[in-house]
């Protein structure tokens, strides 16, 4: 089965909101940002099932990627 990642608009705004807020901090922070995006983006799209089912919303499981909760479905 063949899985595809689409990112809300709201979530497009959250990322560059993210990005813009870390890059005050260290240079390579946003890029360190990004790399484990992608990587989080791999492991969801190979194994969509490996993260734990969001117990508020249950259609939506959620993941820590850093600092930070990512949700999906």
Request: net charge negative; glycine share 0%; aromatic share 20%.
């Amino acid at each position: 089965m063949y899985y595809e990642i689409r990112y809300l608009d709201s979530a497009i705004e959250d990322l560059e909101s993210i990005l813009t807020y870390l890059a005050q901090f260290y240079p390579n922070t946003p890029k360190n940002f990004i790399i484990a995006l992608k990587r989080f983006e791999v492991n969801v799209v190979q194994m969509p099932f490996m993260y734990p089912v969001y117990e508020d919303v249950p259609q939506y499981r959620k993941a820590l990627m850093l600092n930070y909760l990512v949700f999906y479905r």
